[in-house]
C-alpha cells in the first residue's frame, strides 16, 4: 500500500471549498474521463452519501462534471462549469442515494454511448481519491501511477504476455492488482509503472488477442 | 527494507540518530521512497507557499460574499476593529487571525486557495506560518523548511486516518491543520525536535471530539471562523512547548485516540449535516432560505 506523501498534505493549489468534495471530485472526473477516453452521448452521476446530501453546497457536481471536461483542480472556470460551453455541448444528469454500504463520498460515473461503462469511485480525503469499479470488475487507480487497465478474455498466459512486453520496454512494475468475473470469463488486470512505456509497447499490449478494452491512463497532475 | 517512518517516535529517533532537523529527515524519507528528489519536494512546497501568499493577498481586499450570501466580509469587519480599537493581542497574533479568515473567506468563494491539510482548514497554516514569517524576516527558505515540517506533522496523522470530514470529524481537518501549524511555528521559533513534536500533540490533544456539522452543507459555518480561532489554537500549542511544556499522553497515542474518537463519533456528526450545528433552528431556516 501506498502511504502518503508531504506533497499531498501540503497541496493541491485548487478551487475551493472542499478538498474532498470539490478538488476530489474534479480528480474523480479526470480519472473516469481518461478511463472511458472516448466522448459518451451521456453521463449519469449518482452521488452517494455525504456526497449526495452536501454536495452542491461543496460544488461536487460542478467538480466531478469539471473533471469529466478535462478541467484541472485550480481551474477558475469551475465555479461557473454549468454554463461553460464545453459543458453546454454535452449531455448530463446528476442522481442523489444513500446507500451505507458505500463509502461516504463515492460516486458512479455511468457513460452512455458506443461504449458503456460504470466507474465507481471514492473520495478519501485531502483531495486523493481512488477509482474502486469498472464495470463489474474490482480495481485500484488513484490516479498516482501511469496505469495499463486490461480487460480480457481470461485464459492462460496474457499477465505473462502483457508483463514481458512491459519489460522489454524497460520500465518497472510498481503494482499489479487483477480481478475476473469467473474463471474462464472476463478479467481486468492495472498495472502502475514507475515512468513512461512507448508508443510502440502500447500498441503491441493492444493488439494482443483476447484484449476487450485497453486503456494507458496518464497519472493525474495534482 | 527501507526504514519506514510512520510514527512521531519514528520521526524523533530518525532526526536524533542522524542529528538532522525534522524537515530534513522528513525530505530524505521522501527521497528514498523513490518518488521525489529534494529539488521537486522543495519546489511544490515553494509553488503552494506563494499560492498560500496570493490567497491571503486576495481575500484581505476582497468582501465578495459567498455563493450562499452567509459570509464573505468577515476579514474586511475585523481589520476595521483592529485599526480602530486596541486589541489586548499583540501585532503579531492579530495578523494570524486576519490572515486565516482572508484565506478561508477566498475558500467560500470558490477562489484559488492550498488545500493544507484540506480546503476547509485552508486558512490555518498558511495564516500562522505566513503572518510570523512576515513579522520576523523569515527567509523564504526557512519557510520552506516550516512548510515541509508542517507537511511531515500531517503525513504521519494521515497514515493512521484519513484527513477527512466525513470520516474523522473536523479534528481530522482544522485540528490537524492546527497540530501542522504549530509544529511549523515552532521550527521556526527555533524549538528542537521535541518541542516541535510536543506542539503537535498538544494542539491535536485539545481539540479531540470536534464534530463535522456544516450548516446547509457548506464549508461555510462554522468552518470560515474556526480557522482564526484554531489557528490562534496552534500559538497556544506552541508556546507551551517552547516553555517545554509536555504533553503527558504521548503524540502517537493522541493520534490512536484521534483514530478511535472518529470511528466513535456518529456518521450524523461527520459532514453529512445531519446533527449538531446544522440540524438548528436556525439552520434549518437558513436551509430553507438558501438551498431553494
Known amino acids: 500500500m501506498r502511504q502518503s506523501s508531504i506533497i499531498d498534505i501540503i497541496s493541491p493549489t485548487m478551487a475551493g471549498p472542499s478538498s474532498s468534495h470539490t478538488a476530489g471530485a474534479v480528480r474523480l472526473g479526470l480519472l473516469a474521463r481518461n478511463v472511458y477516453n472516448a466522448k459518451p452521448d451521456k453521463i449519469v452521476f449518482k452521488l452517494y452519501n455525504s456526497y449526495a446530501l452536501t454536495g452542491k453546497g461543496h460544488g461536487t457536481d460542478k467538480g466531478l462534471l469539471a473533471g469529466i471536461l478535462g478541467f484541472s483542480v485550480d481551474d477558475k472556470r469551475i465555479k461557473h462549469v454549468f454554463e461553460t460551453p464545453e459543458a453546454k455541448a454535452i449531455n448530463y444528469e446528476f442522481e442523489y442515494l444513500e446507500d451505507f454500504n458505500r463509502h461516504p463520498n463515492a460516486v458512479d460515473f455511468i457513460f452512455e454511448g458506443g461504449l458503456n461503462m460504470t466507474i465507481s469511485g471514492d473520495s478519501i480525503g485531502a483531495g486523493e481519491i481512488i477509482l474502486t469499479k469498472i464495470n463489474r470488475f474490482s480495481v485500484n487507480l488513484d490516479g498516482k501511477y501511469n496505469t495499463l487497465l486490461f480487460v480480457y478474455e481470461d485464459v492462460p498466459g496474457v499477465i505473462s504476455n502483457v508483463t514481458r512486453i512491459i519489460q522489454e520496454d524497460n520500465v518497472n512494475i510498481a503494482s499489479l492488482h487483477c480481478d475476473r468475473s469467473g474463471k474462464g470469463k472476463d478479467a481486468s488486470m492495472c498495472i502502475c509503472l514507475d515512468g513512461e512505456i512507448s508508443k510502440q509497447c502500447l500498441h503491441t499490449v493492444s493488439d494482443l488477442k483476447n484484449m476487450y478494452i485497453v486503456r494507458y491512463i496518464k497519472k493525474l497532475e495534482s | ?292
Open chain 2, 1 to 292: 527494507m527501507e526504514n519506514i517512518i510512520s510514527t512521531f517516535r519514528q520521526l524523533y529517533y530518525t532526526c536524533k540518530e542522524q542529528n538532522k532537523p525534522i524537515y530534513e529527515t522528513a525530505i530524505d524519507y521522501e527521497v528514498s521512497r523513490g518518488e521525489y528528489t529534494e529539488y521537486n519536494l522543495r519546489l511544490q512546497a515553494k509553488k503552494s507557499l506563494d499560492a498560500m501568499k496570493e490567497a491571503i493577498k486576495i481575500g484581505l481586499t476582497s468582501t465578495e460574499p459567498s455563493p450562499s450570501g452567509m459570509s464573505g466580509n468577515d476579514c474586511d469587519k475585523l481589520q476595521k476593529s483592529f485599526k480602530k480599537s486596541v486589541s489586548i493581542l499583540g501585532s503579531t497574533a492579530r495578523k494570524i487571525m486576519t490572515y486565516a479568515l482572508a484565506t478561508s473567506e477566498q475558500n467560500l468563494r470558490m477562489g484559488t486557495i492550498v488545500a493544507c491539510p484540506t480546503a476547509g482548514s485552508c486558512g490555518i497554516v498558511p495564516a500562522v506560518l505566513i503572518a510570523f514569517a512576515e513579522d520576523n524576516n523569515i527567509a523564504e527558505g526557512e519557510q520552506i523548511n516550516a512548510l515541509i515540517t508542517a507537511g511531515e506533522v500531517g503525513r504521519i496523522v494521515s497514515n493512521k486516518m484519513a484527513l477527512a470530514g466525513a470520516v474523522g470529524g473536523c479534528q481530522a481537518e482544522c485540528g490537524v491543520a492546527s497540530a501542522m501549524a504549530s509544529a511549523a511555528l515552532t521550527q521556526m521559533r527555533g524549538g528542537n525536535i521535541k518541542q516541535i513534536i510536543n506542539s503537535a500533540a498538544l494542539a491535536l490533544k485539545n481539540v479531540l471530539g470536534l464534530t463535522c456539522d456544516p450548516v446547509c452543507g457548506l464549508v461555510e459555518i462554522p468552518c470560515v471562523k474556526r480557522n482564526p480561532f484554531l489557528a490562534i489554537h496552534a500559538v497556544t500549542a506552541s508556546e507551551l512547548a517552547m516553555a517545554d511544556i509536555i504533553s503527558k499522553i504521548p503524540v502517537d497515542e493522541v493520534v490512536d485516540a484521534m483514530e478511535q474518537t472518529g470511528k466513535l463519533m456518529s456518521p450524523l456528526l461527520k459532514e453529512s449535516s445531519q446533527g449538531g450545528l446544522a440540524k438548528t433552528k436556525t439552520a434549518i431556516i437558513l436551509e430553507k432560505n438558501i438551498l431553494k
